[in-house]
């Protein structure tokens, strides 16, 4: 008796439960067919990024016409047609042309010269003509740079090419050509050199041929190049991101009844985890079950209960992609870290190694003294970030949907906080050592695990979180996610753009004071 209760009891806190225990474990023999008790899905997450990490690979590289590089070819031409028809001999053109670096001869003067001179202006015209047709031979060559992407180690089958605002075209990348490759280069320049400039101009041919080269290639030894088309990495990055954005999550299905680990078997780990989710979708089966047949009676007669399911939306980080979420906050801890770090050794270095009564004793005031000591660490703080940024744009292809120039102003109050709390470590400490810990202590820490960057501040216990709301780097936290992920402005964030500023201007405020005391 005593045996039934307690088997009794076991099944009933397994139902009260929602049969959350599952029976099945990794390397269990099964003797008979486990089937599926409830329809159910699964998402092969590792399908899924396989799949997503294939499309970003096969996302074309992305150039734009180099405009100016045209332009300036025309241009050259233009100015030495102008020179031709200025010039009233060969001798004054020839020496004129060659300080613009042309190497001409009679044979090419009298050439300009005979177009230049025609009253009706037919000549000036057929110039015009001809430098518009090699303009547009020029555009249609698909001369690139090469692209060294790390992320990518074989180039896509796919290029895109793009021009003013709307014009663009998919190319095969066998079909570009490289603007380091002299020979491709040579032949392309005297293509189009022969092929836009015959009659009138033949004389012309191989002056235009060099020119050609020469724009594209100013100075080959040193591997400087001036593509027809230059390669753009932020559209690159932008183009992977809405390739991988639009690659479906890889779904199976299950009806109830199937198979799902046949008998005479053991369970290895992929069926381990396909009866986790089946195990999971009987769960709420049954708790869906249970609150139905619960708000059965509480309802009117003739009215069914519906379930309702919710569902789970990712605005901002749709593929919840952890580099997209993380490179943005290396940005504050970085900055922390140098400013606060760096600046926490300027004053008390001083006092450590006697200069401290050469300062005494200068006629620039504390505060002047204070923006001294400031400014070269901006200069280094700054530069640091800006590399940091370009790494995450370009090679971890980290979002960025806000402004930048909203972006680098309230850093630039973010950075002051930090190097005010620095300074304030600095002034108020006696040994270089003591302000290292201090900063390493009151700073790089804190950033690091209290302000958002690897645990969230709502998980917090509510004392916690009041305290850390006086850590500048909280408020930049939110900023920085904020800008690059969401594309927020200052109408949301001037809440925590005024707090940076307040706390910035209270840190370096009490650092100016703190400085006039020891003196």
Not at 217 to 226: G, H, I, L, R, V
Not at 292 to 309: H, S
Not at 342 to 371: C, D, H, K, M
Not at 396 to 402: D, L, N, Q, V
């Amino acid at each position: 008796m005593l045996i039934g209760l307690g088997v009794y009891a076991a099944a009933a806190l397994i139902i009260l439960s929602g049969g959350q225990m599952m029976p099945w474990q990794y390397g269990q023999h099964v003797p008979s067919d486990i089937r599926a008790r409830v329809a159910f899905t699964v998402t092969d997450e590792k399908l899924t990024e396989d799949n997503r990490r294939k499309a970003r690979l096969a996302t074309p590289n992305v150039y734009v016409r180099n405009e100016a590089l045209l332009t300036s070819i025309a241009g050259k031409l233009r100015e030495l047609f102008a020179l031709a028809k200025s010039s009233e001999d060969s001798g004054k053109f020839i020496a004129a042309a060659g300080e613009k670096g042309w190497h001409v001869d009679e044979k090419d003067y009298a050439a300009l010269k005979n177009l230049a001179s025609e009253p009706s202006g037919s000549g000036a015209q057929l110039f015009e003509d001809r430098v518009n047709a090699l303009s547009r031979f020029l555009a249609g060559q698909y001369v690139v740079e090469k692209v060294n992407d790390p992320t990518r180690p074989t180039a896509p089958e796919q290029s895109l090419l793009k021009w003013n605002t709307t014009g663009q075209r998919r190319v095969f990348t066998s079909e570009l050509q490289y603007v380091s490759d002299t020979e491709a280069v040579t032949r392309i320049a005297e293509e189009g050199a022969k092929q836009n400039l015959s009659g009138p101009l033949d004389p012309l041919v191989d002056d235009v041929s060099r020119l050609i080269v020469q724009s594209l290639q100013p100075d080959a030894e040193k591997k400087k190049f001036d593509p027809i088309y230059r390669y753009d990495a932020l559209a690159t990055a932008k183009l992977m991101d809405e390739n991988e954005r639009a690659v479906a999550k890889v779904v199976s299905s299950y009806n109830a009844g199937d198979v799902l680990v046949k008998g005479g078997t053991n369970i290895t780990e992929e069926q381990l985890a396909l009866l986790r989710h089946e195990h999971e979708a009987y769960r709420r089966a049954l708790s869906t079950d249970w609150a139905l047949r619960r708000a059965q009676p509480e309802l009117p007669p003739g009215v069914e209960p519906v379930a309702v399911r919710p569902v789970v939306c990712v605005w901002y980080n749709e593929d919840l992609s952890s580099r997209k979420f993380i490179i943005p906050g290396l940005v504050v801890l970085l900055m922390m870290m140098l400013a606060a770090l760096l600046t926490s050794q300027t004053v008390v270095r001083e006092r450590e190694q006697g200069t401290i009564e050469g300062l005494v004793v200068s006629p620039v005031t504390a505060g002047e003294l204070i923006l001294g000591k400031l400014l070269p660490y901006v200069a280094i703080a700054l530069a640091d970030v800006a590399t940091v940024a370009a790494v995450g744009l370009m090679v971890f292809h980290a979002p960025m949907r806000g402004g930048p120039a909203l972006l680098l102003g309230l850093m630039l109050v973010y950075l002051l906080a930090a190097l005010g709390a620095g300074l304030l470590i600095s002034v108020s400490t006696r040994t270089q050592q003591s302000a290292f810990l201090a900063a390493f202590v009151a700073t790089l820490l804190p950033t690091m695990l209290l302000t958002g960057f690897v645990f969230p501040v709502s998980s917090m216990p509510k004392v916690l979180q009041a305290l850390v709301q006086l850590h500048p780097a909280t408020h930049f936290m939110v900023i920085v996610r904020a800008i690059a992920l969401k594309g927020a402005g200052m109408a949301v964030l001037w809440p925590r753009a005024a707090a940076t500023a307040a706390l910035a201007a209270a840190l370096l405020g009490a650092s100016v004071m703190r400085f006039r005391k020891a003196l």
